[in-house]
């Protein structure tokens, strides 16, 4: 994409740059730039590289039964595409969500996931797992079961496809959800698509860890194996973005996940801790 897109993005849609406090963020690398329009309304102008989002925006956004901004316009060309979307409230600091917040998340995610899955929406294949020397590395200090867990990867991951596959967020957690109006509203989309609800739930928990947050989510198999597989593969990657804290949280989650996982039915007695 080339560095002028956004700013010839900015001209076409009429909308200037404004202030915000605070670090805006996308897992697809896409950027997102506070903006006013050109009738004075605040708005969010998202630099993406693909045309995902769009596509969920012209052909999904009015049939999912959860909030989403409104598209207020876009520009596409070769370069990348540039989306003009509503400013549909503000996030809330995971630490400030009350019960009353998460239990109106699940049942928007509980929605999401039941609506019928459209045809054409797979979701983008999962991130490649860090090395295997990274993974030691980050946690043969700090998991004693790391090796029965890695014994059992095939089980592991097999498992959080154990739920049948449905239309879900893909990048669900709590910077990626504002609040308007007494509603939530869902935002970024690129990651979206029909694939394993355990994700959403798993995504939510591993992204509150770090601050010291416990969501609080009845999770079955699925969903246990698919946090722990995203702790054991992926956060290695990120651990160095992280404080020493964060990183302790994560670790120590770790543990919990991994004594209810190899305690659980169906784990080889062979494998299980003593």
Same mark, same amino acid.
């Given at each position: 994409?080339?560095?002028?897109?956004?700013?010839?993005?900015?001209?076409?849609?009429? @909308?200037?740059?404004?202030?915000?406090?605070?670090?805006?963020?996308?897992?697809?690398?896409?950027?997102?730039?506070?903006?006013?329009?050109?009738?004075?309304?605040?708005?969010?102008?998202?630099?993406?590289?693909?045309?995902?989002?769009?596509?969920?925006?012209?052909?999904?956004?009015?049939?999912?039964?959860?909030?989403?901004?409104?598209?207020?316009?876009?520009?596409?060309?070769?370069? !990348?595409?540039?989306?003009?979307?509503?400013?549909?409230?503000?996030?809330?600091?995971?630490?400030?969500?009350?019960?009353?917040?998460?239990?109106?998340?699940?049942?928007?995610?509980?929605?999401?996931?039941?609506?019928?899955?459209?045809?054409?929406?797979?979701?983008?294949?999962?991130?490649?797992?860090?090395?295997?020397?990274? @993974?030691?590395?980050?946690?043969?200090?700090?998991?004693?079961?790391?090796?029965?867990?890695?014994?059992?990867?095939?089980?592991?991951?097999?498992?959080?496809?154990?739920?049948?596959?449905?239309?879900?967020?893909?990048?669900?957690?709590?910077?990626?959800?504002?609040?308007?109006? !007494?509603?939530?509203?869902?935002?970024?989309?690129?990651?979206?698509?029909?694939?394993?609800?355990?994700?959403?739930?798993?995504?939510?928990?591993?992204?509150?860890?770090?601050?010291?947050?416990? @969501?609080?989510?009845?999770?079955?198999?699925? @969903?246990?194996?698919?946090?722990?597989?995203?702790?054991?593969?992926?956060?290695?990657?990120?651990?160095?973005?992280?404080?020493?804290?964060?990183?302790?949280?994560?670790?120590?989650?770790?543990?919990?996940?991994?004594?209810?996982?190899?305690?659980?039915?169906?784990?080889?007695p062979a494998a299980r801790p003593g």
């Amino acid at each position: 994409m080339r560095p002028d897109f956004t700013s010839e993005a900015m001209r076409a849609l009429r @909308v200037r740059p404004r202030a915000i406090a605070g670090r805006l963020e996308s897992r697809s690398g896409a950027g997102v730039h506070p903006v006013t329009t050109a009738d004075g309304a605040p708005a969010f102008l998202k630099v993406a590289p693909g045309t995902r989002e769009l596509r969920f925006y012209q052909e999904l956004s009015t049939a999912v039964p959860v909030r989403t901004p409104d598209l207020l316009g876009h520009v596409e060309s070769p370069d !990348g595409v540039a989306l003009l979307l509503e400013a549909a409230g503000e996030p809330l600091d995971v630490t400030q969500w009350t019960p009353a917040l998460w239990a109106a998340l699940f049942r928007d995610l509980a929605a999401l996931h039941a609506m019928a899955p459209p045809a054409g929406w797979a979701t983008p294949d999962d991130p490649p797992p860090a090395a295997p020397e990274m @993974v030691r590395a980050f946690w043969e200090p700090a998991l004693p079961q790391l090796d029965e867990l890695l014994s059992g990867t095939d089980r592991l991951i097999e498992a959080r496809s154990a739920t049948p596959p449905a239309f879900i967020h893909g990048d669900c957690h709590t910077a990626n959800i504002t609040h308007l109006d !007494g509603t939530l509203v869902f935002c970024d989309w690129q990651q979206a698509g029909v694939g394993r609800p355990a994700a959403d739930l798993a995504l939510l928990s591993v992204r509150a860890t770090p601050a010291g947050v416990t @969501v609080p989510i009845d999770a079955g198999p699925s @969903v246990v194996a698919e946090e722990l597989a995203l702790l054991l593969f992926q956060w290695p990657f990120y651990a160095a973005w992280n404080t020493p804290d964060g990183n302790a949280r994560i670790q120590a989650r770790a543990r919990t996940l991994a004594d209810e996982w190899l305690r659980s039915p169906g784990t080889p007695p062979a494998a299980r801790p003593g």
